[in-house]
């Protein structure tokens, strides 16, 4: 990961590898997504010379360990393996996934005639997603690996992440609410979020809370997909992605970066 403003800028000078996007047929194999890290925001010049904001995601490469198919799993889906965990600080699970180490389960399933899952034989992995496929063309197997490449011909991509953790918030800082009257009369309730009960609910009459109600309570800390974002550069050297715009989480966050399903 850079640590210095330096490293941000190397990425300014080389030229910008991007193909225009080109439209997939029925027959042709859909790019299912990669894993990477959030390195932080910089600036960079495009050809008409406009400044922009960009994130730059440190992307794959990512190591398919898992082929989900519809009669045995009864999903599609590709799982993908991202940066390497050392031996020693991953369980026996977490080795077995990945390699053949001999365990009980295969030798019961070796038994009983059942053919053997294929493993990625690769070393164990610290961050572990799936790709939904359904319905899809993906030809993808076990082992492979997948750099940033497939984002080549990829015009704009969808980011996947975990926002940051803010702790218990109230509905000023959550929500915007602008607090009750700071003049005479209130007393020690100025960012209280107000009246809470309704006349009414959803499903009939009463004084219970509606659904969705605005209220104090965890704030940050959840899943959250920016859409629709635009690639702007994809240096194939260093497996770095640059994407226009803000993506969630801190830097050094994982992140899920697939092609984006948005129209228009």
Same mark, same amino acid.
């Given at each position: ?119 990625? !034989?690769?070393?164990? !992995? ?87 109600? !605005? ?43 697939? !092609? ?5």
């Amino acid at each position: 990961m850079w640590r210095d403003s330096q490293s941000f800028l190397a990425l300014v000078n080389p030229p910008c590898c991007h193909k225009e996007c080109k439209s997939f047929g029925e027959d042709a194999i859909m790019p299912v997504g990669l894993l990477g890290r959030k390195v932080g925001m910089t600036q960079v010049y495009n050809a008409e010379g406009k400044l922009l904001p960009v994130t730059v995601i440190q992307a794959g490469p990512c190591t398919v360990l898992q082929v989900r198919t519809m009669d045995r799993d009864g999903y599609e889906a590709v799982q993908l393996g991202f940066l390497d965990k050392p031996r020693r600080l991953a369980n026996k699970a977490e080795r077995g996934h990945v390699a053949e180490i001999g365990s009980k389960r295969a030798k019961t399933r070796s038994a009983a005639g059942l053919e053997a899952i294929p493993k990625a !034989k690769c070393e164990p !992995k610290r961050y572990v997603r799936e790709f939904r496929t359904d319905g899809e063309p993906a030809a993808h197997e076990v082992g492979q690996n997948l750099t940033v490449e497939v984002f080549n011909e990829i015009k704009r991509v969808d980011v996947i992440g975990t926002i940051k953790g803010r702790g218990t918030a109230g509905v000023m800082k959550q929500h915007g609410f602008g607090g009750l009257c700071a003049s005479h009369g209130v007393q020690r309730s100025h960012r209280s979020g107000g009246s809470t009960a309704a006349h009414s609910t959803n499903r009939g009459f009463s004084g219970k809370i509606k659904k969705g109600k !605005k209220m104090a309570g965890r704030y940050g800390n959840s899943r959250a997909t920016i859409r629709n974002l635009d690639v702007v550069r994809v240096d194939l050297e260093n497996n770095v992605l640059l994407v226009r715009g803000a993506v969630p989480g801190a830097n050094g966050s994982y992140v899920m970066i697939r !092609k984006t399903n948005k129209l228009g």
